[in-house]
């Protein structure tokens, strides 16, 4: 699976919306690129996933740029529990593997 | 749906004993599971993949005698710490696979003294 760079740590105030980025400049053309979240002592959390296009579901969107290069995690209006730290993850579809997650982005939401 | 549970949620035991964690697939099954453990502001690190009804595949690194996995059921897969230390005290996680998604427990604290 490609290797994916997240920044360490982001911080946003609370009802704004936050951007997490994700490089991915290796990724494959089978790949897709998850994103999965994990609250503080809690399991992940699946969030959203997409191969090229614009993808929105009832708790994020994500924008894939069209080199597919890299993307942006987008949680529209952040809420104190959106704490957590945000992993980008790219993978085949359907892959029979576990999961590598990197360090991923600790989001801090300010009130 | 795609409800994965872990039991116990956290376990002390002894250095020396050992400590099984069970983890179940609630609502749908899953012909894979996977074991992850995660220190202390660290990442998630696989530990093994489980295959119902076959041996686990154990990444490399992972001592395959001390950490047994058992996957006997579509909807149940064990791990077993055998002889626990404190150096295996962390956070073990399970996650299970149906189609193309995998879903994940809640996660095992497990403090070994």
């Known amino acids: 699976d490609a290797k994916t760079t997240q920044p360490p740590s982001m911080d946003c105030a609370e009802g704004r919306a936050a951007n997490l980025p994700c490089n991915h400049s290796?990724?494959?053309?089978?790949?897709?690129v998850y994103w999965y979240r994990q609250i503080h002592s809690q399991g992940p959390q699946y969030i959203i996933h997409?191969?090229?296009n614009n993808e929105t579901n009832e708790m994020a969107s994500l924008i894939i740029t069209e080199d597919r290069k890299s993307s942006t995690l987008i949680l529209p209006h952040a809420t104190l529990r959106d704490t957590a730290v945000y992993y980008c993850?790219?993978?085949?579809?359907?892959?029979?593997?576990?999961?590598?997650f990197g360090k991923g982005t600790h989001l801090i939401i300010q009130p | 749906g795609a409800v994965v549970s872990q039991h116990p949620s956290w376990v002390i035991c002894k250095s020396g004993t050992s400590v099984k964690i069970e983890c179940r697939s609630l609502?749908?099954?899953?012909?894979?599971m996977f074991w992850y453990r995660q220190f202390p502001k660290q990442s998630l690190m696989l530990m093994a993949t489980s295959n119902e009804g076959s041996k686990a595949t154990y990444e490399q690194g992972v001592e395959k005698d001390k950490f047994l996995i058992n996957h006997a059921s579509l909807t149940l897969s064990t791990l077993t710490v055998t002889s626990a230390h404190p150096e295996d005290s962390s956070f073990y996680i399970c996650?299970?696979?149906?189609?193309?998604?995998?879903?994940f427990g809640p996660g095992t604290r497990l403090t070994v003294t």
């Open positions: 996650s299970a696979r149906t189609g193309d998604e995998q879903y």
């Open positions: 609502d749908f099954q899953a012909t894979t």
């Open positions: 997409g191969l090229k």
């Open positions: 290796t990724i494959s053309g089978n790949e897709y």
């Open positions: 993850i790219v993978r085949r579809l359907g892959g029979a593997d576990g999961l590598t």
